[in-house]
């Protein structure tokens, strides 16, 4: 079994920058959760609507089966919010969550910082004012690895990769 790394955390707070550069680092191909949504969930975000859970279901459900086929294979890093434990939990198979906990890379942000930079970010189909419902939604892990993104990308990288050798 390989090892399939998820970046977790609010949309705006990094999960594709960062996970890209993990992916590179450990040279593992990267993934983004957001290219496996179906066009009807893009198109609800697009318009200010939240998801619900039965929107995230099948998209959890169709990302669990490539999880799974990621650590038969190379392994892989993906970006997804994976908000709710429940989420997570649904990512794996029973047996397999307790052992990829460890691999859960949890990106921690103030609402502040996120809300600044999704003001000045363009071309996603995530709407800004969405932003409190990811805060409202966020179970943040006990476990895994934390880092705070009130630092360069380049520092949060060093500090995930000292995590993952420890």
């Known amino acids: 079994m ?9 949309s705006g707070c990094g999960k594709t920058t960062i996970g890209k550069k993990l992916a590179a680092a450990l040279d593992l191909p990267f993934y983004d959760a957001d ?38 294979a190379e ?6 919010s994976a908000l709710k ?3 997570r ?11 990829a906990k460890q691999n859960f890379v949890y990106l921690d942000a103030s ?5 600044k930079r999704l003001a000045s970010r363009e071309n996603h189909f995530f709407n800004p004012s969405l932003l409190q419902s ?6 943040v892990p006990s476990y895994g690895i934390k880092v705070s993104v ?17």
């Open 2 to 10: 390989s090892v399939v790394y998820v970046v977790m955390g609010v």
């Open 35 to 72: 290219d496996f949504h179906p066009q009807v969930n893009i198109d609800k975000m697009a318009s200010g609507k939240p998801l619900q859970d039965s929107d995230r279901w099948p998209w959890l459900d169709a990302l669990a089966i490539k999880i799974n086929t990621w650590s038969q």
């Open 75 to 80: 392994g892989a890093v993906l970006a997804c």
């Open 85 to 87: 434990e429940v989420y």
């Open 89 to 99: 939990e649904r990512l794996y198979s029973d047996n397999a969550f307790a052992k």
């Open 111 to 115: 609402f502040e910082t996120i809300s």
């Open 134 to 139: 990811q805060y409202d939604t966020l179970e």
């Open 150 to 166: 009130a630092q360069n990308t380049d520092q949060i990288l060093t500090d995930i990769l000292k995590e993952i050798e420890a």
